[in-house]
């Protein structure tokens, strides 16, 4: 089974993944992960972050596993290097270069023939998954995204400078050539601005019931 979470940023998307992913007993994946781990190791092995041949390169010879729920790169969990804004700073750009997205593509379909999996991102129902069994979309204005952003005191930056940049890396998501951020005509569009995660979660888990498909659901619903 393949449930497909997608959205910009601070819409939400992890927090409801992760929650979904335990109560359905689903594998959970961030995508996004994915390529940041591309972008620190990038920055990591000292490459220039605009030398796209090198990154392509890279991306290919590096190996970006899940291993107890963490990212690993090359075998060691560097997780809580993948926030820095140091990445946040390069991230949409190599994640806009298409051999990259195939690199991570190709790796998060492998993951999904073995298990069922919730994954969130960008383009998940509409590149990665567009057979994917339920299709979320989640949205939010930017001065809430900025806000959830900023209380995860994850970054160094101001309210207004993380506002600045997630409106740039809107505008870069939803027009790169490659994996554009769009909403897939069979998705179910949920505006999370003034929903709790609660909320959210109910009906998200309400949808993956319809389908008959996840035990875990089914069995806690009777």
Aim: proline share 2%; net charge negative.
């Amino acid at each position: 089974m393949v449930i497909a979470i997608d959205g910009p940023a601070g819409t939400g998307k992890s927090t409801v993944a992760r929650r979904i992913a335990r109560e359905a007993k689903l594998f959970y994946i961030n995508s996004g992960n994915f390529y940041r781990a591309v972008t620190w190791k990038v920055l990591h092995d000292g490459v220039s972050p605009d030398d796209q041949e090198s990154i392509v390169r890279l991306a290919r010879g590096t190996d970006i596993t899940i291993a107890n729920g963490h990212i690993h790169i090359d075998g060691e969990n560097h997780e809580k290097e993948l926030r820095s804004d140091r990445v946040d700073q390069w991230v949409a750009q190599h994640s806009a270069i298409p051999e990259v997205r195939d690199v991570v593509n190709d790796r998060l379909r492998a993951i999904s023939h073995s298990l069922d999996v919730i994954v969130e991102g960008r383009d998940i129902s509409t590149v990665v998954f567009p057979d994917a069994d339920v299709k979320i979309y989640l949205d939010a204005d930017v001065e809430t995204r900025a806000r959830r952003r900023f209380d995860e005191n994850t970054s160094t930056l101001s309210l207004q400078e993380i506002e600045q940049r997630i409106a740039e890396r809107d505008k870069r998501d939803r027009t790169k050539k490659t994996g554009a951020l769009k909403i897939a005509e069979d998705a179910l569009y949920l505006d999370t601005s003034d929903l709790t995660i609660d909320q959210v979660c109910e009906t998200v888990i309400n949808t993956i019931r319809k389908t008959g498909k996840n035990q875990e659901l089914q069995d806690s619903h009777e």
